[in-house]
């Protein structure tokens, strides 16, 4: 397990007079076992038993076949780049010191896709379809320590 530092992400940066808290996921009862997989390490998406579409977010009918046997599963970890942006706008001042960063949208191997980001390697380095592999980073949250959200590497 890493931690993401200030030129990746942290939870909380300093302003000259006060700490503002970034933004954190928030687990929900629907996402639970996303959140218990990314604490281990693995990267759980569903998949619909009765057509075996893959799913994420959690959803509670499949969109293939609007079946409701739905399984969590450890996805590969393996994804390509499906789209990307420079974010240079400041839209919270607790990530004032991360802009610009990239939002990525990977596309999983198994079909869903994912809004993340890309870790070790510059944003002019990026390229449509370029393969990616996912990591999970945490935060400095004293709330919720195992706290982890995927992130996602260039592969050789």
Known sequence: MSKLSNDETTSKVSTANEVIARPLPEPTARMQPFHEGAAEGCLRIQRCRDC????FPAIEVCNGCLGSSLDWITASGRAVLFSFVRMHQVYHPAFADL???????????EGPR????????EAADLKI???????FHSFDDENDPSLRIPVFRPVD
Do not use: Q
């Open 52 to 55: 075996g579409l893959h799913h």
């Open 99 to 109: 802009t610009p960063y990239v939002i990525a949208d990977v596309k999983l191997d």
């Open 114 to 121: 994912i809004i993340s980001t890309v870790i070790g390697c």
């Open 129 to 135: 379809d370029m393969p990616l592999a996912v990591e």
